[in-house]
């Protein structure tokens, strides 16, 4: 899905366009370049290249290159950002999130419960749009923290291809050692109470797979390290608030601000969430908050390093440049067209 939020705006402005696909998936991309090679697209205008952080340095200090895209973790995001707009190009890269979703005492909590999962637990986690945190207000706890505890220990985990799955493993040992540690530090410095465990398991026939089950941790302090972390796995934390004024606050103290949303049947209580939230993609009744193609995909804070995101206007003009032509023309010059 990433390199088409940029790839179709470069070449339709009028630019050539190389992808470099992260090491750990490239598979993806190798297929949609086979199709693109397929439909015709004369040679050199769409470009793969493979590589880790050598390809991506010669991308950013090559002269040709005019223009970055990036989405990734807010550090390597900060340092392409970096050494792109050093070296004089423009640039435009996304960067980690830290999604919290506020519940509302009126929402729907079957509907709620239900979506809920599918963004926390959706792809396992690993999307820059999951639902990472919920902060219940008033009576909302004691429901939805029941409801998303069985959803979330009901969810059926294996190979994806499998009938009835829903979620897969996670992409690597390396992500899986490291989504186990964020949990076991907050259980260990009692900043978070492990109300769900994931760890521990494995899909049926699949013993050697990087499995991490749908996890969820309550009472999550706001200020610890696990709840300003991006997890980027299946793990959902509990916050909880008395008022939406509070929630808001909790939604507006992380350094993120990809994606918050709110659950309501309130009409009041989303038009203060939408005005008052601190974040570029603002979901109502929405559980990832992804916008249509023909709007820009928005990111502030630590989650966001430019001035023009991808998609709509703003790729188009992150893509072209502007030119301004002034002329005169007195009535006894000739003029010949």
Not at 16 to 37: C, D, G, N, R, W
Not at 144 to 170: H, K, W
Not at 302 to 321: A, I, K, M, N, W
Request: hydrophobic share 45%; aromatic share 10%; charged share 20%.
């Amino acid at each position: 899905m990433i390199p088409l939020w940029f790839l179709p705006y470069a070449v339709a402005t009028g630019n050539a366009f190389i992808l470099k696909p992260s090491e750990k998936v490239p598979m993806t991309s190798a297929k949609m370049f086979a199709l693109i090679e397929q439909a015709g697209f004369p040679n050199g205008v769409l470009q793969l290249v493979n590589g880790s952080k050598e390809t991506v340095d010669a991308l950013l200090d090559h002269p040709l290159v005019k223009a970055v895209s990036f989405v990734g973790s807010t550090p390597v995001a900060k340092y392409i950002y970096s050494r792109a707009t050093a070296n004089g190009k423009r640039a435009q890269c996304q960067g980690g999130a830290k999604n919290p979703v506020v519940i509302m005492p009126d929402a729907d909590m079957d509907m709620t419960t239900r979506i809920m999962a599918d963004s926390a637990f959706g792809c396992a986690g690993q999307r820059c749009l999951a639902a990472s945190v919920a902060i219940t207000v008033g009576e909302a706890r004691t429901s939805f923290t029941e409801m998303i505890a069985d959803a979330a220990s009901s969810r059926v985990v294996g190979y994806g291809l499998d009938e009835g799955v829903q979620m897969g493993p996670v992409i690597s040992a390396e992500s899986k050692a490291r989504i186990e540690k964020i949990i076991a530090e907050g259980e260990r410095t009692g900043s978070a109470k492990v109300l769900v465990d994931g760890r521990g398991k494995a899909a049926s026939g699949y013993d050697d797979g990087y499995w991490i089950f749908p996890t969820v941790l309550d009472e999550v302090q706001p200020t610890s390290d696990l709840a300003r972390t991006e997890i980027f796995g299946p793990v959902l934390s509990l916050m909880h608030a008395a008022d939406i004024e509070q929630a808001i606050e909790l939604v507006n103290s992380r350094a993120f601000g990809n994606m918050a949303c709110i659950f309501t049947d309130s009409g009041a209580a989303a038009r203060k969430f939408r005005n008052e939230a601190d974040a570029g993609n603002v979901g109502i009744n929405i559980g990832v908050a992804a916008p249509m193609a023909y709007f820009p995909f928005s990111g502030w804070n630590e989650s966001f390093f430019g001035d023009l995101h991808g998609q709509g206007r703003h790729g188009v003009e992150f893509y072209t440049q502007t030119k301004v032509v002034v002329e005169r023309w007195p009535k006894t010059w000739s003029r010949t067209f």
